[in-house]
């Protein structure tokens, strides 16, 4: 179902100028969301929906408890606040627009919109080097601490034989489940700050490894660009990543292979 909120005007001190942060000026805001309200729809009950008071509530919230430079800036932050707060709401677009914006020419009106989406993410972890239990558990650890990520379930882990005739040591395995409203890319950017800070080196390809972090499934996008291909290739060929799969989402298709995980 779709919800909006048109024209919520909040007066607030956003911008790089010195004025704009000690002079309050109207900033409005148009709200898109997309939930799940069906049930709210057929029993008529307003605890299963969203609560558009609340929302204007936290966009009100985030707007007047500090100053941004960038409306680029608050649109996302009310965008992440919305989606954190209100578990219905599936994806959210934020127009944020600022009619008094200092620009030396005559304008109806300045907009900058901010677009996330909830997605169910499923990675694969991997370990052949150190504590590697220990190490996946601390990479879990440090997904879960993302903003934007909620890791909701984990598989077992498991061990088995290096492939691809580089590596020489025993990995652990095991796959994470992900409620996600980071980009692709975005989530792609923070899994490759913890391997580092984990100690991964990529200096020999399909060696041993302190951690590798794969992203498996996102949603059901099919992403081929620079440094990133989801679903990840080759993976239904990998055992020590099925296997893990095939304990948290059996029933997910491929939205390449359009096989079940289950049938892999």
């Not at 069906?38 to 558009?52: C, G, H, W």
């Not at 100053?67 to 919305?82: D, G, T």
């Not at 679903?231 to 239904?236: E, G, M, T, V, W």
């Amino acid at each position: 179902m779709k919800i909006e909120i048109s024209a919520l005007e909040i007066m607030a001190t956003h911008g790089v100028l010195a004025e704009e942060k000690s002079n309050p000026q109207p900033f409005l805001f148009d709200i898109t969301m997309q939930a799940d309200c069906e049930e709210a729809a057929l029993r008529d009950d307003l605890a299963k929906t969203v609560n558009y008071s609340e929302v204007c509530a936290t966009v009100t919230k985030v707007a007047t408890a500090k100053s941004y430079n960038l409306i680029e800036a608050l649109a996302r932050e009310c965008a992440f606040s919305i989606l954190e707060n209100f578990a219905r709401v599936t994806s959210i677009e934020v127009k944020l627009s600022k009619p008094q914006a200092p620009v030396k020419a005559k304008f109806g009106n300045i907009s900058v919109s901010y677009y996330a989406e909830r997605n169910r993410v499923y990675l694969s972890l991997g370990s052949s080097q150190g504590d590697r239990e220990r190490t996946i558990k601390s990479a879990i650890g440090k997904l879960s601490a993302l903003r934007g990520v909620e890791v909701l379930r984990t598989s077992s882990m498991i061990r088995t034989a290096p492939v691809g005739g580089v590596a020489k040591n025993e990995f652990v395995n095991c796959a994470a489940e992900l409620d996600c409203f980071l980009t692709p890319r975005a989530l792609l950017d923070k899994i490759h700050t913890i391997e580092a800070h984990l100690g991964r080196v990529r200096n020999e390809r399909w060696g041993d490894r302190t951690i590798d972090i794969d992203i498996i499934f996102f949603g059901d996008k099919v992403i081929a660009e620079d440094g990133l291909a989801i679903p990840h290739p080759l993976y239904s060929d990998r055992q020590f990543v099925t296997g893990p799969l095939k304990q948290l989402c059996p029933e997910k298709v491929c939205p390449l292979t359009h096989r079940a995980v289950k049938d892999m």
